[in-house]
């Protein structure tokens, strides 16, 4: 029942589907910063996913370039995730020491 | 159905079942280690489309790298993950309205289109494609990424060193 | 190979009718009885042996004849003992730590080079997949470490992290070197390179002088990656009763025992593989070597061969396990500030700074080692 499946594109578009909206559930129901930036993961993870799967559909047509330019996207993706990462984390540790919280609903004195 | 096939179910089904438990769980660190099964799901998949160097890419800086770091954060910040840490019921109504709509209206486009045959089997030596594309049509932005990591790594030094402007005030104690 | 090609290819190997995620199940079972667990208990009672002769004492000698079945005897007693965990120990996380570090050990073995025809999966990213299945032993050490609820456990996971993730950046950018050198990521490849081929082609530790330093700064990055003295900061005895690892028993402290080894025979073939040559030896080329036996009118010469590679390999890295376990018994274990300092302060620059050297070398050089330069430099004179 699964036989060829690896070969059509559907399931790869069907997982970064599901990633994209558990991701998006998890930025909007999380109460917690570092929650929160998991969700943004997913939703990175999820565009990855479709550059890779989108470029492994036209790769060497001729359609297509001869640079690998779906994967050299996502590979920015993640060095890109990397640094949101620590920035990112760096910010959780500082507000969570000055208010021991890190509900980012709660973080909003430099709300104007 | 071959093996790869399988490997492909298995990629898909480890990373539905782990991103749910990433979006549901109330457990901040059980988030965290489904997070590392999704990410693990997310490089099966890069194997099986072909990108051999993006798989090992992922691995080594997601998932020894970000997922680390999470795990530090989630543990320093001590009482975090003793606190249930969803939304209630009565916040979560229209997140789960908008996340169901979105999914199936995506689902729908999904079936409803034929998308055609992939050309995963011509097994090609990624890596040196890659290192072609990053330091030819690709270097500029591969420049602007590592100003932007350098600039990003500072910035998260800075932000993250405990209190280096107050040590002046109270002679070098803290 | 690439990863999608070798996964493709199993299905020749499956026997019809298995359905595939036994097929899984059974060769990783396969995996830990018949390859992993004779390795590291034959490691532990080698282990024994040589601390006992350093400090003068006989070792283990009463199982078997020199004590040789004393692993076994380990191995039956770890199965059998009572599995105990702490009273608020987070049961699912405590179950998967072990895992994830064996996982992470032993799945670094499919690209490892036994011989020209022994390996696992001669993937073209090789060395890159060995680094990055390496890469999941911090985790399992870190979750390991809290999922055990207790101080000392959680102290030294975090510091067994920090330590592996610090020290994943020279390790990386010292066989980056090598892959500049070689232009290659294969481990067939990279070994094949070294070949003696009478031009003067050599293993890659002497093919120049950055490379010669880069194996230095790879064998102390690899020493820390494993968490082996002087850096076994994470189950510092004497301050951590037994670090991340404290709260195991039974089986699942010896799968962490077993990935600990594991981890170092997989760094030592890797450092044997990629700078000391592999297979290859010095003036000879085994693939020349012809006895002309031959069994039922076959040449029994492929397998000769391969049984001298094997043999070559694993000498050269056993010799790097035995200074490994020399180390453990001739240093003092360094301080947390000073494991930082000596990653971030020296060996990253120093490798940085080789990776440049050599990249220069080949660029000035066109890729000559050091060796053809002076026997070009004798021949011209």
New interface residues.
């Given amino acids: 029942m699964f036989a060829g499946i690896a070969h059509n594109l559907t399931i790869y578009l069907a997982m970064s589907t599901v990633f994209f909206v558990f991701g998006l559930f998890t930025i909007l129901t999380r109460r917690n910063a570092v929650g929160v930036f998991m969700g943004v993961e997913l939703v990175l993870n999820a565009a990855a996913i479709n550059f890779v799967a989108f470029y492994a559909l036209k790769a060497d047509s001729a359609q297509s370039s001869p640079w690998l330019d779906g994967q050299i996207f996502s590979l920015f993706i993640i060095v890109l995730a990397a640094i949101e990462a620590a920035v990112a984390l760096a910010i959780v540790l500082r507000v969570f020491g000055a208010k021991k919280n890190i509900d980012p609903d709660q973080v909003m004195e430099l709300r104007g | ?12 089904l480890g ?2 079942v782990c ?2 438990v ?2 549901l769980h109330p457990n ?6 489904a ?2 099964g ?2 693990l ?2 490089a099966g ?33 001590e ?2 993950y003793k606190r249930r ?3 209630g019921v009565k ?2 109504f ?3 309205i ?2 169901i709509a ?2 199936l209206g ?2 729908k486009l ?2 409803s289109t034929n ?13 040196i ?2 290192g ?3 330091t ?3 270097a500029l ?1 591969f420049e602007y ?1 590592a100003i ?2 350098l600039f ?2 500072i ?3 800075v ?2 060193r ?1 209190n280096i402007l107050k040590k002046d005030q109270d002679g070098g104690n803290s | 190979m690439s990863l999608a090609e070798f996964l493709s290819g199993l299905n020749d190997f499956i026997p019809p009718n298995v359905p595939f995620f036994v097929f899984s199940i059974a060769a990783a079972v396969i995996v830990i009885l018949g390859f992993a667990m004779p390795i590291g208990g034959i490691c532990t009672y080698i282990e024994r042996k040589v601390a006992a002769d350093f400090q003068e004492r006989i070792g283990p000698n009463r199982v078997g004849p020199f004590g040789i079945l004393q692993f076994f005897a380990d191995g039956i007693k770890m199965f059998l003992k009572e599995d105990t965990a702490t009273k608020n120990a987070d049961m699912f996380i405590y179950n998967l730590a072990p895992g994830l570090v064996t996982a992470g050990a032993l799945g670094a073995f499919a690209a490892i080079p036994f011989s020209k025809y022994v390996i696992g999966a001669d993937l073209d990213i090789g060395i890159f997949y060995v680094m990055a299945l390496a890469s999941l032993v911090s985790l399992g050490i870190l979750l390991g470490a809290w999922s055990s609820e207790n101080k000392w456990s959680l102290l030294g996971g975090m510091r067994g992290a920090a330590q592996i993730v610090s020290y994943e950046i020279p390790l990386g950018i010292a066989l980056l070197s090598v892959v500049v050198v070689s232009g290659q990521m294969s481990m067939i490849k990279i070994v094949d390179g070294q070949a003696w081929l009478g031009s003067g082609s050599f293993w890659y530790i002497f093919h120049n002088p950055f490379l010669f330093l880069n194996f230095f700064v790879y064998f102390v990055a690899a020493l820390a990656e494993c968490n082996r003295t002087p850096f076994d900061l994470p189950e510092a005895e004497s301050e951590l009763v037994s670090g991340f690892n404290t709260e195991f028993s039974g089986m699942r402290f010896g799968l962490y025992a077993l990935a600990e080894f594991a981890d170092v025979i997989m760094f030592a073939c890797v450092a044997a593989a990629i700078f000391l040559g592999g297979w290859h030896l010095p003036f000879v080329n085994i693939e020349n070597i012809h006895l002309g036996w031959s069994l039922a009118g076959k040449s029994l010469d492929p397998l000769i061969q391969t049984l001298f590679m094997i043999l070559i390999f694993l000498g050269k890295a056993s010799v790097i396990v035995f200074v490994v376990m020399w180390l453990r018994w001739t240093l003092p274990r360094l301080r947390v500030d000073q494991l930082m300092d000596l990653c971030w302060k020296y060996l990253i620059p120093i490798a940085f700074f080789n990776l440049v050297g050599a990249s220069l070398w080949v660029w000035i050089f066109k890729g000559q080692s050091m060796i053809e330069l002076i026997s070009g430099m004798m021949g011209a004179g």
């Fill in positions: 159905m071959s093996f790869l096939d399988f490997f492909v179910v298995f990629c898909f990373g539905v991103s749910a990433v979006a901040i660190l059980y988030a965290a280690v997070l590392i999704s990410l799901a997310v998949v890069y194997a099986s489309l072909g990108a051999d160097f993006l798989a090992a890419a992922q691995l080594i800086i997601y998932v020894g790298g970000v997922i680390v770091v999470i795990l530090f954060a989630v543990m320093m910040s009482s975090i840490f969803l939304d916040k979560m229209l997140p789960t908008l996340s979105l999914m995506m689902f999904l079936v998308w055609g045959e992939l050309r995963i089997p011509n097994y090609e030596n990624t890596t494609r890659i072609q594309a990053l030819g049509p690709y932005i990424v932007v990591l990003g790594l910035g998260a030094i932000v993250a405990p």
